[in-house]
């Protein structure tokens, strides 16, 4: 079922989330544990030692307080050894059970959420433009993080927690009602104004973590951003500290967290109090019938130790609670990513038999509105031949990477048919379709592997250094890969010294060394020089032979060489011809010339 926040809330403007459907939530967790009941059972087992060490340990202290009473001169000593190595007994089989219940959950839960991130990632990566046009790096992020570790934290040990916390609740009730009905109601006086105080302080902190979740996840987003894009801060602003959405959403977060913090600090020392005032209700309770005879004062010793023990997890039911809900509010979040459907199915028809894809490339009347509501193409028509260079130009806004977004269906067309070699992409799985195109985008994006890593990528079968190598001497990359100190084994990273040229070039080299039978350039060559675009005009000459090349550029150098041009103008078609036969007509062609390649 597809979540309706999915699509229709912009996350920026969503309200503070809320647990709209635990049951559900829990429901859908199960079959994340169900490959854990191992571990589960060991927990369960462990459980059940401490929970037994718990009640009976004020037992047999009363017991030995009793007998201590009781016995005749010289049996003391004797009945107080055994009773205290009973019970040492008791503690330490207890504090052993809680230590491998512990690490038997920790794992357990480690490996739910360790699968569960394998599966957001493997979601995420088959996600659609769209998604990520409409959800900041933030909000991605922060259910990979927060959100996992709220899972983690709430449905892992906290869970654990308040089962146990439940069966020691019922156990104790038990026992003390098998061992005095009247002081069982004493201790239990105060039980109604611990639940009644800890749901309105819960219910109210509940709110305010969510709304600081809500906030986190906007300040992540905002430094992602700083980070990213720290060159540009500081050369538009060279005295700037931080940018005003900054501090907005940092005084935001600051607000929240602490409202968040002083209502939840209010509720464990009121607890404590509730239960201090408990005890000393036993205290004189018990102390008035042991006065009548009515009980003994080991019993009286029992009921004390019980007291701490029975409101001690009542006390911590109430924020275990809190957290098992923050818990499924954030997987709520997370199943509300997986459950956003691209907009682009992967097949709308019957699929198309399995062929060399020669790369006949044909916008037929194609008409493409964004989600936003921008019109970006209309009633476009083109047609790209088998080996043909052909070039798309055209003024910023005109379209030109929406033609490229809609041929890899990263979006779909609203009206009218992209075809390849005649068939509709749409007949097309994504995978093979993608497959047979091998795409250089304007921003070139380099993963944190080797420089070899990053040109065969894509193409594992073709890893070999020897090809490694000529795909980079294709691309005019060779000689300054092979002058890093690592050569192609050289580590890439984010303080790595490589230009935006020589990123560019590695990018280059990557679409060079796929089979792909279409290439397709977006910008590809502006961000290097002149010499080396003419040296790269030369090797996309040679590769472009048996390939049909679709290249976005402003530059005249590329532009000419093409076999045709297709100019764009506010979405829709303007010219369709050579160079020379475009200036010849002086149109939309000529004045691109005119005013943006002047300089070539």
Request: glycine share 6%; proline share 4%.
């Amino acid at each position: 079922m597809i979540s309706p926040f999915a699509r229709r809330l912009p996350v920026g403007t969503r309200p503070a989330a809320r647990l709209k459907n635990g049951w559900r939530t829990l429901w859908r967790l199960l079959p994340y544990w169900r490959p854990q009941w191992p571990l589960l059972v060991v927990v369960v087992v462990c459980s059940s030692v401490c929970v037994a060490s718990t009640v009976l340990a004020p037992v047999v202290v009363g017991h030995t307080v009793d007998g201590c009473i009781a016995a005749p001169s010289g049996g003391v000593p004797s009945l107080l050894v055994k009773n205290l190595a009973l019970l040492a007994a008791m503690y330490v089989a207890g504090l052993l059970a809680g230590w491998a219940q512990d690490l038997a959950m920790s794992a357990a839960s480690q490996r739910v959420v360790s699968s569960l991130r394998r599966q957001m990632m493997s979601h995420l990566l088959s996600l659609d433009v769209a998604f990520f046009d409409s959800h900041p790096r933030g909000y991605v992020i922060s259910r990979f993080t927060s959100d996992v570790d709220q899972i983690r934290d709430g449905m892992g040990l906290t869970l654990l927690q308040m089962l146990s916390t439940v069966v020691t609740i019922f156990a104790m009730s038990l026992t003390m009602l098998s061992l005095s009905w009247q002081l069982t109601l004493a201790t239990c006086l105060s039980v109604p104004l611990v639940v009644f105080f800890s749901r309105r302080v819960i219910r109210r902190s509940h709110l305010l973590f969510s709304r600081q979740q809500a906030a986190s996840g906007r300040l992540t987003s905002i430094v992602e951003e700083g980070v990213s894009g720290i060159k540009t801060i500081r050369s538009l602003n060279p005295d700037a500290t931080r940018p005003d959405s900054f501090a907005a959403a940092n005084d935001e977060l600051r607000s929240v967290g602490a409202k968040a913090q002083m209502n939840s600090g209010v509720l464990m020392p009121t607890l404590r109090l509730l239960d201090n005032f408990s005890y000393m209700l036993v205290a004189t309770i018990g102390g008035l019938m042991a006065l009548s005879g009515a009980v003994s004062v080991g019993l009286i010793q029992s009921f004390l130790l019980y007291t701490r023990q029975f409101l001690r997890p009542v006390n911590m039911a109430a924020t275990q609670v809190n957290a098992i809900q923050s818990a499924l509010a954030g997987a709520e979040r997370i199943f509300e990513m997986l459950d956003y459907r691209p907009t682009a199915p992967a097949q709308t028809a019957a699929p198309a038999p399995r062929r060399v894809v020669r790369g006949d490339v044909v916008f037929d009347d194609v008409s493409f509105t964004y989600p936003s509501g921008r019109k970006a193409l209309s009633h476009v028509s083109l047609h790209a031949r088998p080996g043909q260079l052909v070039a798309i130009v055209g003024s910023t806004g005109a379209g030109k990477s929406t033609l490229v977004n809609l041929l890899m269906r990263f979006y779909d067309a609203d009206d009218g048919h992209i075809l390849i070699d005649g068939v509709d992409v749409r007949c097309f799985s994504v995978n093979e379709l993608r497959r047979s195109m091998a795409v250089v985008l304007q921003e070139p994006t380099l993963f944190s592997e080797s420089v070899a890593y990053n040109i065969w990528y894509g193409d594992v079968s073709r890893r070999a250094d020897a090809d490694v190598s000529e795909s980079a001497r294709l691309a005019m990359a060779a000689t300054f890969v092979e002058s890093l100190p690592g050569g192609y084994a050289e580590h890439i990273s984010d303080d790595c010294t490589l230009s935006t040229g020589q990123r560019q070039l590695i990018s280059i080299a990557r679409a060079m060394h796929s089979p792909a039978p279409i290439l397709i350039l977006d910008e590809a060559t502006s961000c290097v020089d002149s010499r080396t675009e003419e040296l790269l005009q030369d090797a996309l000459e040679n590769l472009s032979v048996g390939r049909t090349c679709i290249v976005i550029a402003h530059r005249l150098s590329t532009v000419r060489r093409a076999d045709q041009i297709v100019v764009l103008a506010d979405g829709h078609v303007a010219e369709v011809g050579t160079h020379e036969l475009l200036l010849r007509r002086k149109g939309v062609y000529k004045s691109l010339l005119d005013s943006q390649f002047a300089q070539d």
